[in-house]
């Protein structure tokens, strides 16, 4: 079975500062995996995602991420922190098998301070 | 292109009652999930619709169908409403299941059960 682990619920960092949000997967095929972005009262908002090819993806507002088969891990960065970045951040797998289900973690809550 | 659209956006029931969340995707897109998001467990997958079939089911009882219409326009119901049914009930959706396609979230219907 697939399945998802973000680590650490809460990250805070400075207005400028690298944002580094973890995320750990399992799954026994090769996997779809994305980064979603879930703003106050809103739904969510893709970022970027990584089905084949190169690992390491860019997305919106300065995001990627890089997929290391060898650690099972798709870890979110931005090198610098805008105040805008606040929000909920959730990784999701699923694979080509399971059509249009995300399997997603817990999610990272990101405060910035200024 | 219009996004994909929700209704109503919030809804207040009471224990017992029934409930039906209406989802219309993006012009074009085939495949619609539904998913539950609550802050004890998160974001968890209700169903997936495509060509008016559920093709893939979560882990949730019978209470909760869904179903899909010729349009593509899905609606999901919940009968008999229990309190732990409160939750924000998000809609995606996707041009093929299984396709490398982003799948494009809606902003949701927020469901409390009094």
């Known amino acids: 079975a697939q399945s998802v682990t973000q680590l650490g619920s809460h990250v805070s960092v400075s207005e400028g500062a690298l944002v580094l949000l973890r995320c750990n997967y399992s799954?026994?095929?090769?996997?779809?995996l994305f980064w979603y972005v879930q703003y106050p009262n809103q739904g969510l908002q893709l970022l970027l995602k990584y089905t084949t090819g190169a690992t390491l993806v860019k997305g919106i507002n300065g995001f990627e991420a890089e997929f290391k088969k060898s650690e099972t891990s798709f870890h979110l960065t931005k090198p610098s922190a805008h105040m805008s970045d606040a929000a909920e951040y959730f990784c999701?797998?699923?694979?080509?098998?399971?059509?249009?289900?995300?399997?997603f973690g817990q999610g990272t809550e990101l405060s910035v301070k200024p | 292109k219009a996004g994909v659209t929700q209704t109503p956006r919030y809804l207040i029931k009471t224990r017992g009652q029934q409930v039906t969340l209406s989802c219309s995707p993006i012009?074009?897109?085939?495949?619609v999930s539904w998913y539950q998001q609550t802050p004890g467990q998160g974001l968890q997958f209700l169903f997936e619709y495509f060509s008016e079939t559920q093709r893939n089911k979560g882990n949730f009882p019978g209470r909760f169908s869904g179903r899909q219409f010729s349009n593509s326009r899905s609606e999901m119901n919940v009968s008999t409403l229990e309190l732990g049914d409160s939750a924000l009930y998000l809609c995606?959706?996707?041009?093929?299941?299984?396709?490398?396609?982003?799948?494009?979230f809606g902003p949701g219907t927020r469901l409390t059960v009094l």
């Open positions: 799954s026994s095929v090769p996997p779809y």
């Open positions: 012009s074009g897109h085939r495949s």
């Open positions: 999701a797998v699923s694979d080509y098998n399971q059509g249009g289900k995300l399997i």
């Open positions: 995606a959706s996707q041009s093929d299941p299984g396709s490398t396609d982003t799948q494009y």
